[in-house]
């Protein structure tokens, strides 16, 4: 049965692949909001905010980056929870093939769909002037950060996906992962926070991301934030897989 | 496929115990079903029908008893179990984005057949569902989805089909289109288990019915048999019409107090 883990899994991923191909809607509405904004950021409040000799857009793109893999995986656990209704996922866990498979095949379409998300939220900010210097080296790790970030939510993502009851449920989780970005250095250097609320958003997991990701972009040594974020995402995929897969078990056992 | 290994059932159920906490659904459920034949599960909604399905899909495990499906037992060999039948659950489980075409052949991939768009287009052929193959499951009539959904069932021809409740839901003429379907698939030798909670269903279609009720079999035979074992019971439903008055105060709905004011003016005038 393993031998085919692979090939099924592959197949299952090829059609849920179609489902993001064929509701385009569902990438610009997960694009819609970063883009607006990063627009509102830019052209707005942009002006107010003391960020030094940085470009504002430059300054803001990775807080926007990471809100645009927290909506996209709300419909990870829309696309996994419509499966669980459905009665197709009960079609498939009945049939002679690699059960985990159906589950892989949700978790790398979503890999895939939030990279198309994020790849058009980058060509947005060129267009609005976002620059940087970084060499190949640099946007690898920027992309390997989130991969690593994406992966983590995704996970985080199945979880609703499995348990919820409404569509409604399986989405709301992903607003407070939409809002964490805001308390934290995403969008206005946290020195101007009081005290409590700088405290809270200097340790919260962003924070360390959107340094690392601004510090690659920037061509700056990134210091000792990279491996606070690492720890972050590889601690949130691990807590994640393991809840999932628990919740897995408790739903089909 | 039809040899002579009539050593075993297709199905076998002994002592078939399910509860779900201190809710017994399953009580001790006992039945064969014969190679080749249409065995109707017949009982009220909750009687239990859908989960004896689900363990012999080996999707739920049962808390006591064993069960087996073409020889195989559903706890200790799932795996050949699984290669052994195919489900055709209560709510059809055909994938909506994907035409009907894609659908098949996405379940003939899944099994590793090797020419999937044959066996998709054979069954779309048998289905009455060529013309629309290309279409989008979602713009699908009840009727049509139901029957795209048994023939994702005989992709790789599973010698044991479970239909559970297969028309409930559709109008009276997607049932008739369902029921030459599965007529269609006994008289090629597969075994179908079908659960219903229509008895017209059940005696249109089965070889043999059981009745299950409260968790347990209560009766199992061919409807000759059944109908011998309770030559008095015989129960009549009789289409209820509704009196003047009923529709009278349907259509008034609401506007009771009006109504009654208006009787009142009326009498005194």
Redesign the interface.
Known sequence: MTTYFFADTAVLTGRTLRHVTRSVDTVITTVITPVAMMLMFVYVFGGAIDTGSVPYVNYMLPGILLITVASGISYTAYRLFTDMKGGIFERFRSMPIARSGVLWAHVLTSLVANLISLVIVVGVALLMGFRTGAGLPAWLAVAGILFLFTLALTWLAVIPGLSATSVEGAGAFAYPLVFLPFVSSAFVPTQTMPGPVRAFAEHQPVTSIVNTIRDLFAQRPVGDDIWTALAWCAGTLVAAYVLAMATYRRKVA | MTTRSTAHPAIRVRGLEKSYGKREVLRGVDFDVARGSIFALLGSNGAGKTTIVRIL?????ANAGTAGVHGFDVAAQP?NV??S???T??????????SGR?NLV??A????LKDPGAVADDLLGRFSLTEAGSRKVSTYSGGMRRRLDIA?SLVGDPPVIFLDEPTTGLDPEARIEVWRAVKELAGSGTTVLLTTQYLDEAEQLADRIAILHQGRIIANGTLAELKRLFPPATVEYVEKQPTLEEIFLAIIGGDNSDAADTEHLGGQG
């Open positions: 899909a080996t999707l739920l495990k795996a699984r290669e039948l195919s489900l659950g209560q709510f059809a489980a055909v994938d909506e984005i994907l894609e996405l379940v991939r899944l099994r590793h994702m």
